[in-house]
């Protein structure tokens, strides 16, 4: 209970932050739904209508009890609910952001045991230059060489969109989502595969795995049931942290790809200054952030019965 109380004044800070950045950074969003050759009365009278013409603490105590009310406020151009927008633009980002997650973990936690058992080996040393390889490149650049090789030259999934899970054929919504899944999982799961052989390399050093192999255990048993258990914290950490940063981080993809998703509507909301957008998505982010953060502490206790929360 108490580590869910905790996130209140975070999310407090972050809707603060969030509120004062819109209110800096240049633009007007009343300028730019009248056009350049409003006349000023036309623009006084919207920006009127959107609330921008009060005071900004007046302003400020207004945006927090609409987040209270669960109100994110109208987008200033479409005049849908945010929560509208951002419901049809969740699935592709929600779809995208598991199936790579899923991947970076199948890939990354084997890879990382691996290179931990055979550490300072030509196995260990193969893995862990993949691994740098996949932290060092773009994700725009990975998705455009994945368009060019494995859609434009052998054709074998579609160059950019996505497909509604039911609306066509499932071969047809599962081929929409290779390209953008294998770029942002290779990323991920290169970080994944740094963290687990770092966490494994520690545990395999302490007695109770030499005692372990001395009873004459399996090495699979050894490395599964008591290393990899034992060193999960840091690695569930950075799978938790990795999916939360997925959610955020997909605009890149979601541009490369031409996905309909949270991420191109807030690009799309940035470049007209829809204020009210913009500040809905990124506080939905972020508290879609600070709940998975709270759900990777809670997971904490089954890996570890010592951690106790309350």
Not at 16 to 41: K, N, Q, Y
Not at 117 to 135: E, F, P, Q, S, Y
Not at 155 to 166: E, H, L, R, T
Not at 260 to 278: E, K, S, Y
Request: charged share 15%; proline share 5%.
């Amino acid at each position: 209970m108490q580590r869910l109380l905790a996130t209140v004044p975070v999310m407090f800070i972050v809707g603060s932050v969030i509120f004062i950045v819109m209110h800096l950074t240049p633009g007007d969003p009343a300028t730019t739904m009248a056009g350049d050759l409003a006349l000023p009365e036309q623009i006084a009278l919207i920006r009127a209508k959107m609330g921008y013409d009060k005071p900004i603490l007046v302003q400020y105590g207004v945006f927090f009890s609409e987040i209270i009310r669960g109100d994110l406020r109208r987008s200033v151009f479409s005049d849908f609910k945010v929560t509208t927008l951002v419901k049809q633009r969740l699935e592709p980002t929600i779809t995208i952001a598991i199936i790579g997650e899923v991947l970076a973990v199948l890939i990354g936690v084997p890879a990382g045991v691996l290179a931990a058992w055979k550490a300072n080996t030509w196995v260990d040393r193969t893995i862990m230059v993949g691994a740098v390889l996949g932290l060092a490149l773009p994700s725009f650049w990975l998705g455009f060489n994945l368009i060019w090789l494995f859609a434009v030259k052998a054709g074998w999934f579609p160059a950019v969109g996505f497909v509604s899970f039911g609306e066509g054929e499932y071969m047809d919504w599962a081929k929409s989502l290779v390209l953008p899944c294998v770029t942002i999982g290779t990323i991920i799961a290169a970080l994944i595969a740094r963290m687990t052989r770092s966490s494994m390399l520690e545990v395999l050093r302490e007695d109770y795995i030499r005692t372990a192999r001395a009873k004459g255990l399996s090495e699979t048993v050894v490395l599964v049931r008591h290393a990899l258990r034992n060193a999960a914290l840091p690695i569930v950490t950075i799978i938790g942290l990795g999916f939360a940063g997925l959610l955020s981080g997909l605009v890149i993809t979601e541009q490369v790809f031409a996905i309909p998703g949270v991420g191109r509507l807030l690009v799309d909301a940035v470049v007209r200054r829809d204020f009210p957008v913009i500040q809905g998505v990124i506080l939905i982010t972020a508290g879609m952030y600070v709940l998975l953060n709270l759900l990777v502490d809670l997971t904490y206790g089954y890996f570890d019965p010592r951690v106790r929360f309350r």
